[in-house]
């Protein structure tokens, strides 16, 4: 079914956070009403009349962000309050913005997960979950892992248990303060919702949808007996139907939302990505899981997604809200522009649009004189010093560590703040990080710098010029990047490429395109096994594996603290007593299985660069502590032709590849002077025929083939140091052969 929407910028308010926008059901009015918190503390209650948007109560500003907004009701009531989290305390408004609940939980963590029924509210910290009943602590969990999101269901039984999204991909089911379900996605899992029209669903009963940051959509029904997978896409299952609309960009899931839009009987899942997709999933006939139906690209972190009769009675509109704070709504209706008169719809909704956009535009106006105004008085940094810094920032970033070390020093504004949004998230499809920065405030440009190697990775949706700054033996950058937006744009996407068993730091500087200039800072951390993401489980006693067994005087804790050091997106704190990780090389698709306890651990894994990598990190570590510590290894010599094995046909493919694109403008001006290529073999003249394809595709990885070479000759190298032999006489030997690459010859050569 073939999906429209009309795009109506409905209102703007101040920057938004993800889950914090509801529509009220339906009252004394034709339409509902729509509710939004920001980070700004304010809730507001908007409504349409007449072809504008307009304001029906708005509370004070706290201070503090609003995390999480919900609607609630006593049961068999409509859920016309609105309860909301900002920092520890919880806070509920009438249906007229008034307010009739402050609780103050004295939960230590920021609150960023609210579910509320009758008197019972469910809460979710980072790491702890709260169950209060009338304002009194009743049940308690400790997290393994990081909670980014929470919802109340009746999963397990006609109880409302809590559900807990988490940083792991583990979705995790509380019954009082006990787990009693988990199940794995495979992704960080950063939002759930109830699936409605569950009578006529897929799935029947107790039925979640979630959206994980790997972009994935899933949903799973629950019961006592436990949980079964009903359905799992992604967006890059989507085909490339020109009426569709999508972008090549699979954005990490912020938002869900359930309901039946195609009046099929079925509910359609609305999903809101971080790279700015709107998208409708439905149901076809023949189909037991969602194709995608509709997609609008909107440029910016979706934060809030929901629906119902706002803008008309007659339709159900898709409110949309955004981290910069605009509020879009997606309309079926054409007319729904227009006022309540019986005038011909196409020139009233004409008329009516452009008294709106006059109406926007003078307040729009007054905004930004009066926030001017406002920033002048904030700061006494002349302009002129502001243009010369940015111009002596971008032009001689000989020492980006030096220049910008801790807060972005003068004669950039420290009293502005820029909302700043980042994200450093790695892509186990793309093999390589993806770093979002998005900011309240236009962006003029961002100063990237690192102390390891990095490769920037080609970034197609951004709007920025991109120059790399030479390193400089006195700086301790070895890696800096200059990105400067050439239009108009509050979010910037980079591509980030690492390479494993180097740690160090990456940081961010963002400068602001407005007036005073501001800045602000960012860094992540890069740990040895950064092409390393979890996975569900294997048997490695399956596979050629070689070990390491490490023992030391160390406290679970400081186990603990070990591993976060060394593996990729594992929590500060630790709630188990015996841990276990199972891991794959998304570059070469190699596994690594990671077992400790107090004091003892083992790694298990196919790959002896891997295994290189692990025991050189922990004798530096716990020599750097001064702590005794017994590491053996064992090698398995079998793993060096089973990793061969693995790389041999991208090798072979990403060579082929690489040589036909090499001689593609040779090839055409050979067949322009015969005027034919009849005369070509067949690999040439298919490539000449799919030159676009061919192009693009090795412009996605330009630096692939040099990449899988290295793997091959990091491979000898390690293999022969955990034995003790330098080879390094024989590479030129070893690059040799790799330039034309045999798997039997090469594995030999590496043998020998």
Same mark, same amino acid.
């Given at each position: ?57 708005k ?26 989290t ?14 009739? *609940? ?9 609150l960023?997960? *609210? ?6 509210i ?17 049940y308690?969990?400790?997290s ?6 929470l ?19 583990i ?7 006990d ?34 940051? %790997?972009?994935?959509?899933g949903? +799973? ?19 490339s ?57 909107? +440029? ?10 706002v ?17 879009? %709504? ?21 008329l ?15 905004n ?24 002596? %920032? ?15 020093? !003068? ?6 703040? =820029? ?17 979002s ?10 100063? *990237? ?14 709007t ?31 591509t ?94 190699? +596994? =690594? ?35 005794k510590? !017994? ?48 005369? *070509?073999? +067949? ?15 090795? !412009? ?30 024989? =590479? ?21």
């Amino acid at each position: 079914m073939d999906l429209n929407y009309s795009r109506l910028d409905f209102a703007q308010i101040g920057p938004t956070c993800p889950r914090t926008a509801r529509v009220l059901p339906l009252g004394k009015h034709k339409a509902q009403k729509y509710v939004v918190g920001d980070q700004d503390g304010v809730v507001s209650c908007l409504y349409y009349k007449k072809g504008e948007c307009l304001t029906s109560w708005k509370t004070e500003g706290l201070g503090t962000e609003i995390r999480s907004l919900v609607l609630s009701g006593t049961a068999g009531d409509e859920n016309d309050r609105v309860f909301y989290t900002s920092g520890s305390i919880v806070r509920g408004l009438n249906k007229k913005g008034k307010e009739f *609940l402050k609780f103050d939980t004295n939960i230590t963590e920021s609150l960023s997960s *609210l579910y509320v029924l009758d008197s019972r509210i469910w809460l979710g910290g980072q790491y702890t979950y709260n169950q209060f009943l009338d304002c009194k602590d009743k049940y308690f969990y400790m997290s393994p892992d990081k909670i980014n999101h929470l919802i109340a269901a009746s999963v397990g039984s006609k109880e409302l248990d809590a559900v807990l999204a988490c940083q792991d991909g583990i979705i995790r089911v509380i019954h009082g303060s006990d787990l009693v379900q988990e199940v794995n996605v495979g992704s960080a899992v950063m939002c759930l919702d109830p699936y409605l029209s569950r009578e006529q669903g897929p799935g029947g009963g107790n039925s979640l949808i979630w959206g994980t940051a %790997a972009g994935h959509v899933g949903c +799973h029904a629950f019961s006592k007996e436990g949980a079964m997978k009903i359905w799992d896409v992604s967006q890059s299952s989507i085909s490339s139907d020109p009426d569709v609309g999508t972008t090549n960009e699979i954005g990490s899931i912020l938002c869900l939302h359930s309901v039946d839009v195609t009046q099929d009987g079925v509910a359609d899942i609305i999903v809101g990505r971080d790279s700015g997709s709107v998208e409708i999933w439905g149901f076809d006939i023949s189909t037991t899981e969602p194709v995608l139906q509709y997609c609008d690209v909107i +440029h910016e972190s979706i934060t809030s997604v929901t629906s119902g009769k706002v803008l008309s009675p007659a339709n159900t509109d898709i409110m949309v809200s955004t981290f910069s704070g605009r509020v879009i %709504a997606l309309t079926p209706a054409i007319s729904a522009v227009q006022g309540a008169s019986g005038k011909n719809s196409g020139s009233v909704s004409d008329l009516e649009k452009m008294k709106l956009l006059r109406k926007e535009l003078t307040e729009l106006t007054k905004n930004v004189e009066a926030q001017k105004e406002k920033n002048k008085n904030q700061t006494n940094t002349k302009t002129a010093n502001e243009e010369h810094a940015s111009s002596t %920032a971008a032009a001689g970033l000989a020492n980006p560590a030096g220049r910008y070390n801790g807060s972005v020093s !003068a004669p950039f504004s420290q009293g502005i703040s =820029l909302r700043l949004s980042a994200h450093f998230v790695f892509q186990a499809s793309r093999k390589a990080y993806q770093l979002s920065v998005e900011s309240a405030a236009p962006i003029d440009y961002c100063l *990237l710098w690192s102390d390891i190697p990095l490769t920037m990775l080609d970034g197609s949706s951004n709007t920025a010029v991109v120059t790399e700054v030479p390193a400089d033996s006195s700086a301790s950058a070895v890696s800096s990047y200059v990105y400067r937006c050439t239009e108009r744009s509050t979010r910037l996407d980079m591509t980030v490429s690492t390479q494993e068993g180097q740690a160090g730091t990456v940081n961010i500087v963002t400068i602001s395109a407005t007036e005073p200039r501001s800045g602000e800072r960012k860094s992540f951390k890069i740990v040895p096994l950064s092409l390393h993401s979890r996975v569900e489980g294997f048997n490695i006693e399956n596979l050629p594996y070689s070990s390491i067994s490490f023992s030391g005087s160390l406290s679970m804790s400081e186990m603990q603290s070990l591993m976060v050091g060394l593996v990729p997106n594992l929590p500060e704190k630790v709630t188990e007593d015996n841990v276990v990780l199972y891991l794959q090389n998304a570059r070469i698709n190699t +596994h =690594l299985y990671v077992q400790y306890r107090k004091g003892e651990a083992t790694f298990k894994t196919t790959s002896l660069s891997t295994l290189r990598v692990c025991r050189d990190y922990l004798n530096s570590v716990m020599t750097a502590k001064g702590k005794k510590a !017994a590491v053996t290894f064992n090698v398995n010599e079998k793993s060096v032709p089973y990793v061969i094995s693995l790389l041999d046909e991208r090798l072979q493919y990403s060579s082929s590849l690489t040589n036909r694109v090499f001689v593609m403008d040779a090839l055409k001006e050979v067949v322009q002077q015969e005027n034919t290529s009849d005369f *070509l073999p +067949h690999i040439y003249a298919d490539a000449l025929n799919e030159e676009t394809k061919l192009r693009a595709e090795l !412009a996605a990885a330009p630096s692939l083939l040099a990449e899988l070479r290295q793997v091959v000759v990091d491979l000898f190298l390690d293999f022969n140091k955990l034995k003790g032999v330098n080879v390094s006489a024989r =590479l030129p030997d070893l690059r040799d052969l790799l330039q034309n690459f045999e798997a039997k010859a090469v594995t030999e050569f590496l043998m020998s």
